[in-house]
């Protein structure tokens, strides 16, 4: 497509339910993050993918937070026993490979209009 | 760790008012930097960073290493700028970190 799509765009839900939420890259680009941003708050990083593996999950608060990314394009993000603190707006965003040089094209992120997740 | 700070939460100006929002990093080795918008309701978006070394909408930002800031400036503001500002580092090999944002107000 010719963005970062994400759906829902909004999701209510109750507490100690499971949630789901997808988003679908640009078409070629490597790399696809996801971020959690409260309200009045910067973006905070939770995973990135590289390909089909999560090469950094380190954001992910516990593990009732999981995403994949099986064939290296959309991916998934899984909450499961949902809490009212997991209400936020949920961020995808995905760039082309990222490199280690300065001057390249890459590591410009471009995002969704993120997953806004209400949790009563 | 790295971590990216921007002091002020609300900047208001008046139109045609210089505009200066601050951004300083801590990370020990040599990152990109950037700039994000986001403009009511819209998705965050690219403004500049610092290996372009343009200017996007009359904004311009210098790195400077010394004092680790990446502070974004326009001379003029208009009331179409009014909008949340994050600031945000790439150390090459990890993922973005973002500061906790600006909200820039352009009075009429």
């Known amino acids: 497509g010719a963005g970062v799509s994400q759906t829902p765009s909004n999701k209510v839900t109750e507490k100690g339910k499971y949630v789901e939420l997808r988003c679908d890259p640009i078409?070629?680009?490597?790399?696809l993050y996801w971020y959690r941003q409260s309200l009045g708050q910067g973006p905070e990083f939770l995973i990135y993918?590289?390909?089909?593996?999560?090469?950094?999950d380190s954001g992910l608060p516990n593990d009732r937070f999981f995403a994949v990314r099986p064939e290296g394009s959309v991916s998934t993000l899984k909450i499961q026993r949902t809490e009212r603190g997991d209400s936020a707006v949920y961020l995808c965003?995905?760039?082309?490979?990222?490199?280690?040089?300065?001057?390249?094209?890459?590591?410009?992120?471009?995002f969704g209009a993120g997953s806004r997740l209400t949790v009563l | 760790a790295q971590r990216v700070t921007q002091p002020e939460k609300l900047l208001s100006v008046f139109k045609g008012a210089p505009v200066e929002l601050k951004c300083n990093y801590s990370y020990s080795g040599s990152p990109e930097l950037f700039w994000y918008v986001q403009y009511s309701r819209q998705r965050l978006q690219l403004l500049l960073r610092h290996i372009s070394r343009e200017s996007i909408k009359g904004f311009t930002a210098d790195l400077n290493k010394g004092e680790t800031s990446f502070h974004l400036k326009k001379p003029f503001a208009q009331e179409e700028d009014s909008a949340m500002y994050y600031c945000?580092?790439?150390?090459?090999?990890?993922?973005?970190?973002f500061g906790p944002g600006t909200r820039l107000s352009v009075l009429p």
């Open positions: 993918f590289q390909g089909t593996g999560a090469a950094d």
């Open positions: 965003a995905s760039s082309t490979q990222p490199t280690t040089g300065a001057g390249s094209g890459a590591n410009v992120l471009t």
């Open positions: 078409s070629g680009h490597t790399a």
């Open positions: 945000a580092l790439f150390p090459y090999g990890q993922n973005f970190v």
